[in-house]
């Protein structure tokens, strides 16, 4: 049997460390400032009054087919009814090409596959923008990049406003009045309290993206005041950053007609049972999006048809969405860059940095199909270890000596400074594209402060040192070091995605410049869905992940910027029995995020932000790897694209470039549509009608 007795913390080996430890400032360096890469386009900042507003019109206007197919046939209500009394309306002043006209698909290709429809059961669709444009949410988030920084604030949605109390505890919001879901069932408070009470506080209940109560507050509440009215009472006054957790992806609430009778609560299925009760087979679930799944063929293709209930109009009263269909490709994330380049796709992330060169110079050809466009260094990747030492994911003997080191400041400084991150990022691309990323915020955002930025460069020669000083010998004399006290080598298992070459290269090249330190790092290389279960389930030693909108916007998924709550965040949650083992600088993290969320101060944030990066990065609270700019590719007939859509800032841009709204002029219409002239058909019945 082999021996896993190693921890840290007895007094004889902490005076050890401490003899032989390097004084923390020569480990330190100048951190380069990244290479110059300027944004190729900039957004135009509005006020979010610019961009829409909620009102009656005097007339409706929905596709000619839909009137003559189906409300003269007798099976819609007429446009007028389908609406709500007062839809949204996006202005046309802020549409780049004004007013669109009807037609043509979206044609995305993506990497991942659909467990199922039950998003707020905890089921993915296979992302790539899929449950971005089923769910509709309270507020909205994605198109805040082109919001004036001074009026920054979520934006009205399915919350069509809301007002605080005096004391600021209180928040009452209004829904949209008569919005109904798309198979005509009405949207109301209902649907809303039953993913609060049912999902945010079953603790048995994980929503995709990971809402818990913690997300909107300790002790926070919500009730039901009528059938369009909720009110929110917080333990603070004014947290208006909870306005943020409101929007995708923590509070799009499913259709409860449909999902109630099979939640555990009013049925006598198991949990596993109800997330699993709309596999993908499941056709036209009913959505609140613009779009609903009519098709679905394994690894080839999800079709969606237009949302005849859709709840949002231009000014001209059109309803909206234009385009009348949506393909998501069943294919790899590669595949999305090669197509949507080629022309074959239109819509692609390109946030791989191995194929940056090639599509950069096909985009370059003037007979290029798609526009490309790059924005900021939003795309990042650190290296996570695990830090629960406390049971979290059941670790085993070996896996917990590991759990023990992570947990040791020294140790992952070591593994820190073993890494050379210039070589890293430009064994991905060439180029002015990576830069060299410590971890915590990223530079070139808002709250992002250099000055209390701590670095570790690359030094292996310290590392190794401060290895030894662990008691981290070769002892067998194989070329990996061994646990103290005759123990066995330290293996360290690493998870990534295998969907994403850019996640295993960053992956592999961790574990080869590792060698030489003397860890023997084990790829764990799993595929999306089967990842992200293992993750969310602790079931990992270290993981390399792309890291998510809270190190962007620092406004939109606060609460994960720390173990906030015992299921919140990434790479360190609470056991079975909700404990939490929090390092002492990680209680400090979490002071400072919570504090965060409760002041609108804006001087306040920026220091509170300037401390959070300085403990982040001093402690290596995870191992910075690279950050580098996406693009935004898009084939050219399309129009209404806003100018500066990110790929990634408050979310991704299949939010960002409010795709209801985009469409294609007539002499640009490609015959794409599988199904033209069909609505979705019955819940859980066949296809489109
Ligand atoms: C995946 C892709 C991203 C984006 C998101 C949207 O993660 O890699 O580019 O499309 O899905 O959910």
């Not at 839809?87 to 467990?115: C, F, Q, S, W």
């Not at 949207?187 to 209940?205: A, G, L, Q, S």
């Not at 790059?374 to 059941?394: D, H, K, P, V």
């Not at 123990?487 to 690493?494: C, H, K, Q, R, S």
Request: hydrophobic fraction near 35%; aromatic fraction near 10%; charge should be negative.
């Amino acid at each position: 049997m082999r021996k896993h007795t190693y921890a840290l913390g007895g007094a004889g080996l902490l005076l050890s460390v401490s003899m032989l430890a390097i004084p923390a400032q020569e480990l330190t360096g100048e951190l380069p400032d990244p290479p110059e890469f300027a944004a190729q386009s900039e957004p135009i900042f509005v006020s979010v009054g610019d961009i829409q507003e909620f009102k009656a019109l005097p007339e409706y206007h929905e596709p000619d087919w839909v009137t003559s197919k189906y409300v003269d046939a007798g099976t819609l209500p007429p446009v007028a009814e389908r609406l709500p009394k007062e839809p949204l309306v996006y202005k046309t002043a802020n549409m780049p090409d004004g007013i669109g006209v009807y037609g043509d698909t979206m044609r995305h290709v993506i990497g991942g596959r659909p467990e199922g429809w039950n998003y707020i059961g905890g089921q993915a669709q296979g992302w790539g923008g899929i449950d971005i444009g089923l769910s509709e949410c309270l507020t909205r988030t994605g198109p805040l990049f082109m919001i004036k920084a001074e009026e920054l604030e979520p934006l009205p949605n399915l919350a069509k406003g809301w007002e605080w109390s005096e004391d600021g505890k209180q928040l009452t919001m209004h829904l949209v009045e008569g919005a109904k879901w798309s198979d005509g069932d009405a949207f109301d408070t209902e649907d809303v309290m039953f993913y609060w009470d049912d999902h945010i506080m079953d603790p048995n209940v994980s929503p995709l993206n990971g809402g818990t109560p913690e997300t909107f507050g300790q002790g926070t509440t919500l009730e039901a005041i009528d059938a369009y009215t909720i009110k929110w009472t917080f333990q603070e006054a004014f947290p208006t950053q909870y306005l943020y957790a409101m929007a995708y992806g923590t509070f799009c609430p499913g259709p409860s007609h449909i999902l109630k009778p099979e939640h555990p609560k009013y049925s006598d299925n198991t949990y596993e049972q109800y997330k699993n009760a709309f596999p993908p087979e499941y056709m036209n679930i009913p959505v609140m999006g613009a779009w609903v799944p009519v098709e679905y063929r394994p690894d080839d293709i999800i079709v969606m048809r237009r949302n005849p209930y859709y709840w949002k109009v231009d000014e001209n009263g059109n309803q909206l969405p234009y385009l009348n269909e949506m393909h998501y490709r069943l294919s790899t994330w590669t595949d999305r860059d090669v197509q949507a380049v080629a022309g074959s796709g239109d819509f692609s992330n390109l946030e791989q940095a191995e194929s940056y060169v090639e599509a950069l110079r096909r985009s370059a050809e003037d007979s290029a199909p798609a526009r490309l466009q790059f924005g900021a260094r939003t795309i990042g990747y650190a290296l996570q270890m695990n830090l629960s030492g406390n049971g979290w994911g059941e670790p085993d003997d070996r896996a917990q000596s590991v759990r023990d080191l992570n947990r040791n400041l020294d140790f992952r400084k070591a593994v820190s400074i073993a890494l050379d991150r210039q070589r890293l990022g430009e064994s991905l691309v060439r180029g002015p594209f990576t830069a060299i990323y410590p971890g915590g915020l990223y530079a070139g955002t808002t709250y992002y402060d250099k000055a209390s930025t701590v670095y570790y460069p690359f030094n292996l020669e310290a590392a190794n040192g401060l290895l030894d000083g662990l008691g981290l010998a070769d002892t067998d004399a194989n070329g990996v070091r061994n646990f103290p006290d005759g123990g066995a080598d330290v293996e360290i298992t690493l998870l990534a995605n295998s969907d994403y070459g850019t996640d295993t290269n960053l992956a592999e090249g961790v574990m080869a410049q590792l060698e030489p330190l003397g860890l023997r790092v084990i790829a764990n290389f799993q595929s999306g869905t089967a990842r992200d279960d293992m993750a969310a389930a602790g079931q990992f030693d270290w993981q390399v992940a792309r890291q998510g909108a809270e190190l962007v916007s620092v406004v939109q998924g606060t609460a994960a910027l720390a173990p906030t709550g015992p299921r919140i965040h990434t790479f360190h949650r609470a056991n079975a029995d909700g404990e939490l083992d929090l390092l002492p600088f990680e209680e400090e993290l979490v002071a400072l995020v919570n504090k965060f969320v409760t002041t609108s101060d804006n001087a306040e944030r920026a220091d509170i932000m300037k401390q959070y990066q300085r403990i982040f990065t001093e402690n290596v609270y995870s191992v910075g790897l690279t950050q580098y700019p996406g693009a935004l590719i898009i084939n050219k007939r399309f129009a209404n694209i806003p100018a500066g859509s990110p790929i990634m800032m408050f979310n991704w841009a299949e939010d960002n470039i409010i795709r209801e709204r985009v469409f294609v002029p007539e002499d640009r219409q490609g015959s794409y549509e599988l199904h033209p002239e069909t609505l979705p058909g019955e819940p859980g019945g066949a296809g489109p009608v």
